[in-house]
Every structure is written in structure tokens, then in C-alpha cells.
């Protein structure tokens, strides 16, 4: 179904993306697995023409956004995956993230907490290929069944770093890429389990995400 909706116009403007984002650094594994996503799908026809604008990040319906492509590139980037990798996103959104951690080689537990997204996200992945197990659900609890993950990705502005969330990574090198702060940006954290509840935090630098929900689903 890919092939059918990307156009070498659409490839054209994704190369060029991947172009800038290469000069900022971006590994090339990152950049594969992106150019096999067609970024446009995941937009209303309306505005397909903006899928690749790197300076936006554009809404996606019930209050929420489908992140920049520096963005999204960055969090993968830090995630460090590895062919295998059991990660837990925390915000499934349109489905985009998703589908570059799958072409990463990523095995992917998704929540979502906006039921409409849930739905869509769910069935609309599957139609272009990419298939990760979805739940609608609190994020801030994650899923404590199905942990332990290698990887833990949020891709909404937490106002702290849920405690949930660090039990369930694995001991010795389970890792979580987080945006942390309550005002219009955060700060990127990368967090490290060590054991028990032994961890190495970093900070990495401003973003601006969407913030993310408590008491609403």
C-alpha cells in the first residue's frame, strides 16, 4: 500500500528532509529507516504539502501533534536501537514515531490516552505495514505487565518522570528517552537503569512537545 501512495515527488521532498537533517549530524541508520516511511500518509490531504517542512509540527486532531523531523529523528537517535529492542512509546499520536521504530528493527508496545487516535493510529499502521501492539491506556503507568523494556520512548512534555516508567525499563542498561518540563518546553532527559532503583540521568538540551495528559482519556 506504500508504494501505491508515494510518488517520486513525495521521495524527492523526503531526500531533501533527510539532507538536512544529515548535515545536523543524524546517524545514517536513522535516516534509512526514516526515508521508508512516507512521512505525507500520516497528514490530512489538505496538508500533504507540508509532511516534510522540517520548521513544523503540525497538528493531528484532539489537541495533539505530529512532531518535527529533527525531532523525531533525535529521540530515535538517543534511543540507540538495536535489531530486537522491546520498546514501550509513550504517546502513539498519529502512528509516525511508531513506524520509524519498527524500521529500526524495534518490537513496539504503543499507548495512546485520546481514544479517537487510539482508533485510527490502530487500524491505519497496520494497513501500510507496520504492525506494533496498541493499547489505550494511561501513559503514565505504561504497562507493567509486559515490562521489562530495553527501551522506553515519550513523545509528550511530562511535568515530572514517572516512577511507573523507570521500574518497568530492564536492569543494567534498560534506557528512556524523556521530555521533562510543565511550561511550553522541556528538556530532553536521557535515563539509564542501572539496578534496582540505581540510575545515570543526562540532560539534552530544549523541546517543545505537546504536553502530556493526566485524568483524561
Not at 521504530?101 to 481514544?115: H, N, Y
Not at 506494533?132 to 509486559?146: E, I, N, S, T, V
Not at 521530555?179 to 545515570?200: L, S
Request: proline residues 4%; aromatic residues 10%; charged residues 25%.
Amino acid at each position: 500500500m506504500i508504494d501505491r501512495m508515494d510518488t517520486y515527488l513525495f521521495q524527492g521532498k523526503r531526500k531533501k528532509m533527510l539532507e538536512e537533517l544529515r548535515h545536523k549530524g543524524i546517524k545514517e541508520e536513522v535516516l534509512t529507516a526514516m526515508f521508508k516511511v512516507p512521512r505525507h500518509v500520516f497528514y490530512d490531504s489538505a496538508l500533504v504539502h507540508f509532511a516534510y517542512d522540517e520548521n513544523n509540527a503540525f497538528h493531528i486532531g484532539e489537541g495533539q501533534t505530529i512532531s518535527r523531523p529533527s525531532t523525531v529523528a533525535i529521540q530515535t537517535e538517543l534511543l540507540d536501537i538495536k535489531k530486537g529492542d522491546k520498546v514501550l512509546e509513550i504517546g502513539t499520536g498519529c502512528g509516525y514515531q511508531t513506524a520509524v521504530l519498527l524500521e529500526m528493527g524495534a518490537k513496539v508496545w504503543s499507548i495512546e490516552r485520546q481514544s479517537k487516535l487510539y482508533e485510527k493510529t490502530r487500524l491505519f499502521l497496520p494497513q501500510l505495514g507496520y504492525n506494533a501492539r496498541f493499547y489505550h491506556g494511561d501513559g503514565y503507568k505504561g504497562l507493567p505487565l509486559q515490562a521489562p523494556f530495553d527501551k522506553i520512548i515519550v513523545t509528550c512534555g511530562a511535568p515530572f518522570i514517572p516512577k511507573d516508567l523507570l521500574l518497568q525499563l530492564k536492569e543494567n542498561g534498560g534506557m528512556m528517552v524523556i521530555p521533562v518540563g510543565e511550561g511550553e518546553v522541556q528538556v530532553m532527559n536521557i535515563i539509564v537503569r542501572k539496578t534496582g532503583m540505581e540510575f545515570d540521568k543526562r540532560e539534552l538540551g530544549n523541546f517543545k512537545f505537546v504536553p502530556m495528559l493526566k485524568d483524561k482519556r
